[in-house]
């Protein structure tokens, strides 16, 4: 079956734009995560949804990152007035509870110039 | 503060022979280990993992080691093959794991002709 799609795979934009990242997870998986991969690092918890709602939004770095997930599948991840330091993979990964393993998609390479 | 961490940034190893990578985690409330394998331009795929509460856990070519007097982990693979090359995560969740992973910055495993 179709794993987790991530678009676009790549996004260039410039400092101060805002841009948003999708993500569609596996078909009935009920938990969606977003991760945050920079060079030389580790995927970074972002956020965590257990159907429509933020189960866990601890690891949003600050006001300008923002998630939805409204009808409890896709999910689009929403970053304003971007920084040069938001330049990173965004990954999304979905699982079928939230104990369950966790299933990534291929991730987004955003680079802010 | 790190903690997961993954002290070795790359490994070679001749196939066929074996490959052993080692994690060491801080956080003593972590009670279930993963072992992510990730090659360029794809998200992370899962590989294995161990609950605490077993010192243990094989698969097929892969065997993961859980220490937990020793806040240590280690992966084995044996025997490697040129398909083993890739960047493997250790990551580890606590109790209540429908939630966020927490990754180690990743080991470089070259197999070597």
């Known amino acids: 079956g179709a794993g987790v799609s991530q678009t676009p795979s790549n996004k260039v934009t410039e400092k101060g734009k805002y841009v948003e990242l999708r993500c569609d997870p596996i078909s009935g998986h009920t938990a969606l995560y977003w991760y945050r991969q920079s060079l030389g690092q580790g995927p970074e918890f972002l956020i965590y949804?257990?159907?429509?709602?933020?189960?866990?939004d601890s690891g949003l770095p600050n006001d300008r990152f923002f998630a939805v997930r409204p009808e409890g599948s896709v999910s689009t991840l929403k970053i304003q007035r971007t920084e040069r330091g938001d330049s990173a993979v965004y990954l999304c990964?979905?699982?079928?509870?939230?104990?369950?393993?966790?299933?990534f998609g291929p991730g987004t390479r955003l680079t802010v110039l | 503060d790190q903690q997961v961490k993954q002290n070795s940034p790359s490994l070679s190893v001749q196939e066929g022979r074996i490959s052993i990578l080692n994690c060491d985690y801080t956080?003593?409330?972590?009670?279930?280990f993963l072992w992510y394998k990730k090659y360029p331009a794809e998200g992370p795929t899962f590989l294995i993992s161990i609950s605490s509460i077993k010192d243990k856990n094989e698969d097929g070519r892969f065997t993961v080691f859980l220490n937990k007097s020793a806040k240590h982990l280690s992966l084995h693979i044996v025997p490697s093959q040129p398909g083993d090359s890739a960047v493997y995560f250790c990551?580890?969740?606590?109790?209540?794991?429908?939630?966020?992973?927490?990754f180690g910055k990743g080991t470089r495993l070259h197999i070597l002709p």
């Open positions: 990964a979905s699982s079928i509870g939230g104990t369950d393993t966790q299933y």
């Open positions: 956080n003593s409330m972590f009670d279930y």
């Open positions: 949804f257990q159907g429509t709602g933020a189960a866990d």
């Open positions: 990551a580890a969740s606590a109790p209540n794991r429908d939630d966020k992973i927490i």
